[in-house]
């Protein structure tokens, strides 16, 4: 593995059905982060983490839930997807060093149509 | 008002042109600045980060200016090659009040035709 990826790269899923997305680094950064991409509304953070073991709620948490057992992982969770869950998904990751925030690397996305 | 705003544009421009795109940003507290590059269909990548001092990398220049709360990148010379979506990070602060969450805007769109 080199860098950031994302697994599946596209998904078609029935409404109600439970969803993970998968996120993996291997560059040992700290933080990490999720994102939601739709047409007019950019990038929205879901939830993030700071370090494993801690998670946070994003600007458009509902819906989701994230857990950060390791370093290197970072699902992200739809319980029971609906049709507005449909976008482009992208995990990100960074190295906050004493508090400061440093360029994030991006996963290559997820493309996820909940019918 | 949106954390971080951006003009979506679609600025059109002539090869050679030169082109300045603002970013406005409401948390007078934030800390780090970024210009990040989005082609169709692919995440996004950093361009540049934004130093209170200013920048230049080759063709491209980035300004910070606390005082109004914006940010600025300019292209000079423009290449086919530089269209692309365009989008100012600012990091600020989370809901629950942690530090160093980063917003992004919604992009500017950039097409620069022969």
């Known amino acids: 593995i080199a860098g950031i990826t994302q697994a599946p790269t596209s998904q078609i899923l029935a409404a109600g059905r439970r969803m993970t997305l998968r996120c993996t680094q291997d560059m040992r950064h700290n933080a990490m982060y999720w994102y939601r991409q739709d047409l007019g509304l950019g990038l929205r953070l879901i939830h993030y983490s700071n370090t494993a073991g801690t998670t946070g709620k994003g600007e458009v948490p509902d819906g989701y839930s994230v857990s950060r057992a390791n370093t290197d992982d970072f699902p992200l969770t739809l319980a029971s997807a609906v049709p507005s869950q449909t976008s482009v998904y992208f995990c990100?990751?960074?190295?906050?060093?004493?508090?400061?925030?440093?360029?994030?690397?991006f996963g290559p996305g997820t493309r996820l149509t909940v019918l | 008002r949106k954390e971080v705003e951006q003009d979506p544009g679609p600025f059109n421009v002539p090869e050679g042109a030169t082109v300045a795109f603002n970013c406005t940003y409401s948390?007078?507290?934030?800390?780090?600045f970024f210009w990040y590059r989005q082609d169709c269909r692919k995440e996004p990548k950093l361009l540049m980060s934004?130093?209170?001092s200013g920048n230049e990398d080759g063709r491209f220049t980035a300004q910070l200016n606390r005082a109004s709360q914006y940010i600025s990148l300019l292209i000079r010379d423009s290449k086919l090659s530089d269209s692309a979506t365009y989008l100012c990070v600012v990091s600020g602060s989370s809901a629950s009040g942690g530090s160093y969450i980063p917003t992004f805007g919604r992009g500017t769109s950039l097409i620069v035709h022969p």
């Open positions: 990100a990751s960074s190295d906050l060093e004493r508090g400061s925030y440093n360029e994030q690397f």
């Open positions: 948390n007078s507290a934030s800390q780090s």
């Open positions: 934004v130093y209170s």
